[in-house]
Nanobody
Framework: QVQLVESGGGLVQAGGSLTLSCTTS????????MGWYRQAPGKQREWVAT???????GYADSVKGRFTISRANAKNTVYLQMNSLKPEDTAVYYC?????WGQGTQVTVSS
């Protein structure tokens, strides 16, 4: 049974930082690319960042230079370090791996 569990969301002021975590089970984590997505109220889910099995990363233009995705294969966990947060980053953040999704964690950035 595949499970992806996100954590680390919360309320933060603009300019602040948060680190999201996504811990997985039921997949061979080390061989899977992992991604973070987000969905703001009234909007479609959008891609945020991806990290491949060998550590290559990619970012949406809206978060490039502010967010960093990383992974710890020994912990079956992928992270999203978010700095210089803006109100427009407010969304539910989801991780994805092996075609499975987590339940999401809410990030709210106040102005």
């Amino acid at each position: 049974q595949v499970q992806l569990v996100e954590s680390g969301g919360g309320l933060v002021q603009a300019g602040g930082s948060l680190t999201l975590s996504c811990t997985t089970s039921g997949i061979i984590f080390s061989i899977n690319a992992m991604g973070w997505y987000r969905q703001a109220p009234g909007k479609q889910r959008e891609w945020v960042a991806t990290i491949t099995s060998d550590g290559n990363t990619g970012y949406a233009d809206s978060v490039k230079g502010r967010f960093t995705i990383s992974r710890a294969n020994a912990k079956n966990t992928v992270y999203l370090q978010m700095n210089s947060l803006k109100p427009e980053d407010t969304a539910v953040y989801y991780c994805k791996g092996s075609s499975s999704w987590g339940q999401g964690t809410q990030v709210t950035v106040s102005s």
